[in-house]
């Protein structure tokens, strides 16, 4: 069955490093991958999307890879700050660009002042 | 610009009961999806409006129904409540799935308790 797997403990780095969040997946194809931020009692906010043809995409401090060879994404928050301290989930369309999308169920980062 | 606004914020219920969710879309999107979120886990799709009707629906029994108005907004239907429908509900809209633009936009979402 369809899989998608995300680090599900906590994320402790210290302020001013790299955050790398991982998004692995199993019998998908999918057409586009996704990453959002979710702060506590919040919906999702839309942060990325990389394309199944597209090796890595940057946005600010933000950077996603997408390898479908090895069916995994890399998120990486640089220069991490207090204020990126939230969970960040990675979605998949499951219907090749329909979006009814499949979360993972997220990684918690905490960045430590 | 309003974004996506769901009512209500909270809502207890007990089981056996029924409940409505509402979502109203962000300007100008005219596509509705509702997903089920529970403590610790990822949102999952319950089912998406596309024009007043259903598109696709994700692996949820048929107590769960919605509707889409002419306006786009939408709501979500929940008969014989359990205990397990216990989540955060959250609505989110996006263009219409002809068009390029895959990123969705979400409410607050509905934190239902079924007790």
């Known amino acids: 069955s369809q899989k998608i797997e995300q680090n599900s403990e906590a994320l402790n780095i210290q302020e001013g490093k790299t955050a790398t969040l991982t998004c692995n997946y199993t019998n998908y194809s999918p057409a586009y991958l996704q990453w959002y931020r979710q702060d506590p009692g919040r919906g999702p906010v839309f942060l990325l999307l990389?394309?199944?043809?597209?090796k890595e995409k940057r946005k600010e401090r933000l950077k996603v890879t997408f390898d479908t060879t090895l069916k995994q994404s890399l998120f990486h928050i640089t220069a991490s700050q207090p204020a990126d301290s939230a969970t960040y989930l990675c979605a998949l369309d499951s219907r090749g660009g329909r979006r009814a999308l499949t979360f993972g169920s997220g990684t918690r980062l905490q960045v430590q002042p | 610009d309003a974004g996506v606004t769901q009512s209500p914020t909270h809502l207890i219920k007990t089981r056996g009961q029924q409940v409505t969710l509402r979502c109203s879309p962000k300007?100008?999107?005219?596509?509705v999806s509702w997903y089920q979120q529970a403590l610790g886990q990822g949102p999952q799709f319950i089912f998406q409006y596309y024009e007043e009707e259903e598109r696709q629906r994700g692996n949820f029994p048929d107590r769960f129904s919605g509707h889409q108005f002419p306006n786009y907004s939408s709501e979500l239907n929940v008969n014989a409540l359990l205990l397990g429908d216990s989540a955060l509900y959250l609505c989110?809209?996006?263009?219409?799935?002809?068009?390029?633009?895959?990123?969705?936009?979400f409410g607050s979402g509905t934190q239902l308790s079924v007790l």
């Open positions: 990389i394309r199944e043809n597209e």
């Open positions: 989110a809209s996006s263009l219409g799935p002809r068009l390029s633009d895959e990123k969705l936009f």
């Open positions: 300007s100008g999107h005219d596509t």
